[in-house]
């Protein structure tokens, strides 16, 4: 190049005239700015020259470009006015050694498709980002709301729940026990919702509902022309409609003993064969079992394979009877009226006092399931209002049906319509008084070992 003075200032003027546009030396100090960008940061020759650029232009991307001794072109920049420009940084080296950064923008005009091209692809970056942001968040969404199904603050469900927290995510497979309607069903659900699995399928088998000789087929598939009376095309079983997701194997203790080895080969190899199949499909199955038989017991009796039994019961859950957890049944009785009062149309507001000590003094064989239904019934009869004791006559009455004095009556005589009487009136003075024996005595005007007495002669359970 020349080193005619007038060309310099020839390229001086020209650098200066350029739209947006910044050039440095080789640690980042600024040579010059161009113009309008001295205007746009608005500073003066003496505040800009000489200072590193990300003191001047904070966001500035030339210390990269002179790290890398790369041109980084095409790029889009935000300028202090929040305008969008295509920014092209150039490496100036001259003999390989490194001079100094020229960076230049352009207005977004003269290259949209390009811009376009950015944008979408900072808006899929941001799209990215959030549905991530979304997934984390619905599903500690959804974990709570899994786990708020379960109605029920008392010491063993809180153990329960926390154990379902603890487990569930992993593939270990859960035993559930507990006598009929106690939730066992409930849980299960829990437990699949809040698993990696939750979006995958939960599959439901009650091997007690299906007669023996198709508990197979329905379990594991078969092939076509398997057997007489089978599809043409054969059928999938739920082994493989769950494949992916979680199998609920309900009333595992009816499996007969033949199935049971089959099922122990498929749980130990993760891999079925269809009846009447020699391919070998592969499983990627959670398995939780449940069960309101004692599974101990029955393998006493021979009819239970012990092998089995240790295989499902990896992580076990007992549901205890509701009688044993009577502190749930404020919060049972309120979930249940809400949900009978939004079916049914009605306004049934609470239940009363004495309705509850009813509550705490019934057996519940039914346990929750048994609750449900009772409160059904009472909230339909009364429509609206405050559910008494009245409201739960029938449960007197299933009471005193339970008990041996019955069993034992001579159903024609006067003396055991007397004693029917006596003994309702029994277990409603001490439903009433909370199982208060004096109280209860005073309530029926008797002494207290007549009382007890009568208590004991007419078998009522306390
Ligand atoms: N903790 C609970 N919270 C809310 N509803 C419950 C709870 N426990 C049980 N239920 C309700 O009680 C009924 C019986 O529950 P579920 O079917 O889960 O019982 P189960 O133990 O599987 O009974 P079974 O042994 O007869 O099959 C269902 O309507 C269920 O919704
Ligand atoms: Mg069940």
Redesign the pocket.
Known sequence: MSSDPHQYTFLYKVLKSLYYAVITDNEGRIILLSKNYQELLGVTDEEYIGKHVRDIIPNSEIPHVLESRKEDTGHLFTLKDGKTVVCNRIPIIDNGKLLGVISSATFYKLDEVSILNQQIKKLQEENLKYKKQISELSSTFNQKDSLK????DSLP?MAIKETIQRFAESDLTFLIT??????????ANAIHELSKRRNKNFVKINCAAIPKDLLESELFGYEPGSFSGALKEGKVGKFEHANGGTLLL??IGEMPLSLQSKLLRVLQERELERVGGLKSIKLDVRIIC?T?QNIEKLIEKGEFRRDLFYRINVVEIN?PALRDRLD?IPL?CK?FIDKINNKNGLGITNISNDAYSLFYNYEWSG???EL?HVLERACISAGSGQLNIEHFDFLLSRMYKNSDVKKNADEGSLNDVTSEVEKEKIIRALVETNGNKSAAAKLLKIDRSSLYNKIKRYNIEM
């Open positions: 199904k379960i109605i029920g469900i507990g006598d009929t309607g106690t939730g066992k069903e409930v849980f309900d009333e449940s309101n549901i749930d049972l979930h346990n929750v399931r449900k």
